[in-house]
């Protein structure tokens, strides 16, 4: 099999995504593609650089550490990994969004590294809608209380959820996943909270992405379909 180029896998993958986006009926802007970057080095995110790729997602902190200032500074940068509350001293305004915000240490060592740094961290909610017990994230019946604390915390904002579909789980259960993280979003988006506002939804990765966008996923994380598989 021959294998494609990172700017050709982009394109057909954006193919994709806009070809999900017209299944469901949603906006072509309604989707944020993120490139997946874990493991990969520099020279390929160079390469999806050039292909028209701005938005990139690092696992680990270290890595976006290293990774940064090689990229052109108009790249955005979002953490999609668990984050470590001892890592979080390393992060600064380059970073757009943390999708990964699942517990109350983090969140209070994010606000504590905000208001000494005079930074305000834009973050989603990780939701373990599946219940995999391999997965971090909150059980769904949590996630209200802790919407519900945000505003003691004036340095983060939380603006959505994320969610990990479980690994052994079919695309159907998959699919399911999704929708209940979608109903749980729409079912609080009525309730009022400072520092909350539920409109992304960050779910779907290589092998569901197009699921993810037919239940309304606002970003989708995509590695492999992009960068072809880790060495």
Not at 195 to 222: K, N, P, Y
Request: glycine share 6%; charged share 30%; aromatic share 6%.
């Amino acid at each position: 099999m021959v294998d494609l180029g990172i700017q050709q896998r982009l394109i057909e993958v954006r193919e994709r995504i806009l070809r999900a986006v017209e299944r469901s009926n949603r906006d072509k802007d309604a989707v944020r593609l993120l490139a997946v970057s874990k493991t990969q080095p520099v020279l390929n995110l160079q390469e999806a650089y050039l292909a028209g790729q701005r938005a990139f997602a690092e696992n680990r902190v270290q890595e976006w550490m290293e990774k940064d200032p090689l990229l052109p500074s108009d790249c955005e940068w979002h953490i999609v990994g668990r984050l470590q509350t001892n890592k979080v001293k390393y992060l600064n305004a380059r970073v757009a969004l943390i999708h990964s915000l699942d517990r109350f240490s983090l969140l209070e060592t994010l606000n504590e590294q905000g208001q000494r740094r005079g930074l305000t961290w834009n973050t989603l909610v990780q939701v373990n809608i599946s219940r995999d017990s391999a997965k971090a994230g909150l059980a769904p019946e949590e996630v209200p209380d802790f919407l519900n604390s945000i505003g003691d915390y004036s340095c983060v904002r939380v603006r959505g959820f994320m969610t990990i579909g479980a690994l052994e789980a079919s695309l159907q259960e998959t699919r399911e996943f999704f929708r209940q993280l979608r109903k749980l979003r729409d079912s609080l988006l009525s309730r009022k909270w400072v520092g909350v506002d539920l409109q992304e939804l960050s779910m779907g990765m290589s092998r569901d992405f197009e699921v993810a966008i037919e239940e309304g996923a606002t970003f989708v994380r995509v590695g492999r379909e992009i960068f072809g598989e880790r060495g």
